[in-house]
């Protein structure tokens, strides 16, 4: 008896969540093996189990590797979104980087270093509680409040959540190498 799947393959990074994004770098950074590549990036991209995925026919396959191939290829968003509206709350972006607090910092980078874009959402994006024109205010900072809201941010598209990521790897980098410098500097001075 033949089964019939119907397939949704994204053709665009808006199509794809940060939860399915991550789980697809997750499951093929370490693979070396074309067919296994091959599986895990239809499995996670399509959410497909990958032993479905194993029993389909080449020729499926082969039409699906090549549809994903184009949208692996596309560049992902890297602007940040100032301003997210989840189920009618309008949440904010962090409006002052300069003015964020020990707490925060020490979450985003731990959630950083575990690549877990959703939990660093929860601490940058707010629900924003003043506006005026350009302008806003968003909730104060509060772990236990706001780390929930890191699975709403699971489900918005990586074009919304990759800036994040790439904005604050771009930040360390750069206070790496700015400590460094200014460590070397200090040492040639004494």
Known sequence: MKKTLEIAIPTDWSDV???????????????????????????????????????????????????????????????????????????????????????????????AKENNIAKMMSVLYRPIVKEQGNRYDIEPYDFDVHSENSLHFEKLSINIGNAIAVFFWTLGKELLNNFHQSSNQKAKNQ
């Open 17 to 111: 969540s940060i939860r399915k994004y991550v789980n697809y770098i997750d499951s093929v950074k370490d693979v070396d093996q074309e067919k296994e590549l091959v599986v895990k990036t239809i499995s996670s991209l399509c959410n497909i189990p990958g032993q479905v995925v194993e029993v389909m026919k080449l020729k499926d396959l082969k039409k699906i590797q090549s549809s994903l191939q184009k949208l692996i290829s596309k560049p992902v968003n890297k602007d940040i979104i100032n301003k997210i509206d989840i189920n009618g709350v309008i949440f904010g972006f962090h409006p002052n980087l300069d003015e964020m607090t020990m707490g925060e910092f020490v979450d985003v980078e731990t959630y």
